[in-house]
């Protein structure tokens, strides 16, 4: 990371920035009102106005690709992953008429916004749209499921955050660390973690900045110890799985003991392969609920 204070830090951050009270109200930190510099609707192409919270949230989320990028020289597959579940997190947390669809938020409130047709660092690079389409299939998953991350995700930019303070409470630190290990093995057994699957790297980077924050807690404040996580253990994709079954060739032999007969039955098995999926539970039933640290989280 360029700076001492990480990423993680940044996001917990600009978490503060706007949110809602429970009439529905849209509140902005006086602070940082330049947001609404990156609300560009309604053919508006110079500083537009956020005028609703799904608004201000597709404007943070370019000032956080920005932030990191400027600031952390992040690639941009991990731009697009930090921003996809710091946005689900934010939809998660507005407290009246939630939105529970990230594909139907894409279509109405980041195509629409003229400013994600910008480039984020001049000629050669990715539009913010280019961005957030590198990992737009993690959009397919519903907010109430892929909100279920948030738990480790809140977890690490909560212990990146306090690690900064003067003051912190190793016990309640280091249980945190070990509610993020136990999260990350239900994760980890998920089916929707298959090899070279978007899940699969965004598990890869939480088990990444993980370790990086056990390795920093360890090596700053040695008497606070981090549980460790268990290895990732991917499911292989089926098409890999289908090249296990033998190939028959169909015109050796005849009758009900021929190899006819045992191709045809290849071809049901190869039926079957396809249609299996893994027994482990949907994300809506086997991820822990969030912690109750995010209440405390802006």
Known sequence: MANSKNAYYDIYTISSYFGENNQGKLIFSNKYGS???????????????????????????????????????????????????????????????????????????????????NKIKGDNSLTYMEIIDKKKDLMNININEISKSNGPFNILFYLNYVYHDEYWNCKVYSGLAQKFVDQFKEFNKNSKNIEGSSYNKLLSTLSDDY??????????KKSCS?????????KKRPAENLAQIPVVNPRKGSGPNSLESSANG?????????????SSSSISTTLIPALSIVSVIP
């Open 266 to 278: 290849s071809e049901q098995i190869l039926g079957k392969t396809i249609e299996v999926t893994s």
């Open 226 to 234: 981090f549980p460790s996580l268990p290895q990732l253990t991917p």
């Open 211 to 220: 370790n990086n924050l056990k390795k920093k807690y360890h090596d700053n």
């Open 35 to 117: 947001i609404h510099n990156y609300c560009h609707y309604r053919n508006n192409s110079k500083n537009g106005k956020c005028n609703d919270y799904f608004e201000a949230a597709s404007s943070v989320v370019i000032h956080l690709l920005k932030t990191l990028k400027d600031k952390h020289r992040l690639e941009d597959d991990k731009l697009a992953e930090y921003a996809i579940l710091w946005l689900s997190y934010k939809l998660d947390k507005k407290p009246t008429k939630k939105m529970t669809d990230l594909n139907n938020f894409y279509t109405n409130y980041i195509q629409t916004n003229n400013y994600y047709n």
